[in-house]
């Protein structure tokens, strides 16, 4: 009897319970109905994510360093069906094609059969066809407002940008990249729908030495009869990409054009053997290592022969030249003779740490890993110091070559805005402040007296190193197609700016005798520099070279 009666007890006990907790959700559930009818509609909808919500997400404007819009959103419609609730499919059939010419009519026919609750038509029709379309009175066919992305620039600055897919993802270039740093998150989640302001990415770019990298290049191309070619504008002291421009060049308002290989972003995805401006970073390990100085005899009188190989160089001088005047006369035979001196784990440690055997570290997604040699016995040495048997991308030369002019700092280059203390913070020391003095010293003198003449323009004291390579072809390497190249800093004697100019396949112009980097890609450098130098440095300084040589050489005397 007992027992009964707690079993009574117990089962009461527990329906007591479970009636509270049932009061108390349907009170949480009433008292969240009051808040919500308590809140305006707008806040409303912030938590609530419809279909039509999820097509709207917006990508934030993707603006240049002066905040010149190079990718922003625009409104556009798309077409859709709910077949279930179309009716007479052939008809509706008839109707859309005789407005929409261009659409598959198989597939319209297949897409509204059937009793889906959703299929797309047509993405971003034009607004000339909505009405059109409107007018025809199809049931459960409609349209849904949609975010396109727009490139204002066009090709200018396609490579870099990137472009988004018909869902407006980012799938290259720095949309690709914005995704990946959390936008495709806050989409997912409906924090980044249309309505909603997302704060402007700004890029390092300056749009304005963009568009004059881009047209100088053009006229190359076209006076030189080239294949390709590749500008790159870097701040020596903080590694920002201000500029960086690959011919031929895609729009990003035609993604479908970026699939043409032609048009592959040869700056960092493409890798090439660059030639004598390697001379740069072998006479640099050479000063660094105290294997040479600058007043250091080498015998250049004779071909070099290693094995069954054969080094010579292009304007033999057949004598004794310093180490300034291996630099100057880009001895092929003088630079083998230091590399050779520096050791082959010498050499592969210094151009490691420039950088040259690794995927450059930055933003831009398309990015090529170097070619790099296994095996490295003398010859390989003997070669790689003059740029061949290595093959890396153009910025991976513009970051090291801004590495030996400013003061001996590496880092990985930025599409971001970057500051000169961010920059050291991030920096390692790649050369003695002494021996980048010294190249500073080397590159002036080729830009006044050696192969840079033509590159020179007053006011910016420009100073560099060309690189004429012989492309490589099956079986060894071609007499008749080059790549050709100039590597520049300016102010060369206190060093702002790095450009890299590339030729692809120049060929001569008429009334020139040949078609090296001295008469193509050093005269383009002086047109870069003398349109982009007034945007970039305000005061030009009309130094004779005797002065600007002394600062250089009692600069590395005193540090």
């Known amino acids: 009897m007992r027992r009964a009666q707690g079993e009574e007890q117990g089962a009461k006990g527990r329906i007591a319970l479970l009636i509270v907790v049932c009061v108390g959700l349907f009170g949480l559930i009433g008292g969240r109905l009051v808040s919500l009818g308590m809140t305006p509609a707008e806040a409303r909808n912030a938590y609530h994510v419809t279909p039509q919500d999820e097509v709207q997400a917006s990508r934030p404007d993707i603006v240049d360093r002066n905040g010149e819009v190079l990718a922003t959103d625009l409104a556009t419609a798309s077409l859709y069906a709910e077949p279930r609730n179309v009716g007479l499919v052939d008809e509706a059939v008839e109707k859309l094609s005789s407005v929409l010419p261009d659409i598959d009519v198989a597939t319209l026919r297949r897409d509204l059969s059937g009793d889906r609750g959703f299929v797309w038509l047509k993405r971003e029709i034009p607004s000339r066809l909505r009405e059109k379309v409107h007018d025809l009175g199809i049931p459960g066919v409609g349209f849904l407002s949609e975010t396109r992305r727009f490139y204002p620039g066009g090709p200018s600055v396609g490579h870099i940008v990137g472009h988004t897919d018909i869902d407006n993802a980012g799938i290259a270039g720095m949309e690709k990249t914005i995704d990946g740093g959390g936008l495709g998150a806050l989409q997912a989640v409906g924090l980044a729908r249309k309505g909603r302001s997302l704060a402007p990415v700004r890029l390092s770019i300056d749009l304005r030495v963009q568009h004059a990298v881009r047209d100088e290049l053009s006229r190359a191309l076209e006076r030189y009869r080239a294949l390709a070619a590749v500008g790159i504008v870097l701040d020596a002291r903080t590694m920002e990409v201000v500029a960086m421009s690959s011919l031929p060049d895609y729009n990003p308002n035609n993604p479908a054009e970026a699939l043409d290989p032609n048009r592959l972003n040869r700056a960092t995805a493409g890798v090439y053997e660059l030639g004598s401006v390697f001379k740069t970073f072998t006479l640099a390990m050479g000063l660094d290592s105290g294997v040479v100085t600058l007043n250091t005899p080498i015998d250049a009188r004779y071909p070099l022969k290693i094995g069954r190989f054969t080094i010579h160089d292009f304007h033999a001088t057949h004598r004794w030249l310093t180490v300034k005047e291996v630099f100057q006369h880009s001895s092929n035979i003088g630079s083998a003779k230091i590399a050779l001196a520096v050791g082959a784990k010498r050499q592969k440690a210094y151009l490691k740490s420039f950088g040259m055997f690794d995927r450059i570290e930055t933003e831009l997604p398309e990015t090529a890993r170097p070619l790099v040699q296994k095996s490295w016995p003398d010859v390989t040495a003997a070669t790689v110091a003059f740029g061949h048997g290595i093959s890396v991308t153009p910025m991976h030369v513009a970051v090291a070559g801004a590495a030996m002019v400013n003061g001996g700092i590496y880092a990985p280059p930025t599409f971001y805005p970057r500051s000169e203390a961010e920059m050291m913070t991030i920096g390692r020391r790649v050369i003695s402040p002494q021996t980048s003095a010294m190249m500073r010293e080397l590159m002036l003198f080729n830009g006044t007296?050696?192969?840079?003449?033509?590159?020179?323009?007053?006011?910016?004291?420009?100073?560099?190193?060309?690189?004429?390579?012989?492309?490589?072809?099956?079986?060894?390497?071609?007499?008749?197609?080059?790549?050709?190249?100039?590597?520049?800093?300016?102010?060369?004697?206190?060093p702002q700016y790095v450009v890299l100019i590339v030729i692809d396949e120049p060929k001569p112009e008429e009334g020139k005798p040949y078609a090296t980097a001295g008469y193509n890609a050093a005269p383009t450098v002086a047109n870069v520099i003398s349109r982009v130098g007034p945007m970039l440095i305000k005061t030009p300084r009309f130094e004779n070279d005797d002065a600007v040589e002394r600062a250089i050489t009692v600069a590395y005397q005193d540090e």
């Not at 050696?450 to 007053?458: I, L, W």
């Not at 006011?459 to 008749?480: I, M, R």
């Open 449 to 494: 007296d050696g192969s840079g003449r033509n590159a020179r323009v007053p006011g910016y004291n420009v100073g560099g190193k060309t690189g004429t390579a012989e492309k490589a072809v099956k079986g060894g390497y071609s007499e008749s197609k080059r790549i050709n190249s100039f590597l520049a800093a300016f102010p060369i004697d206190d």
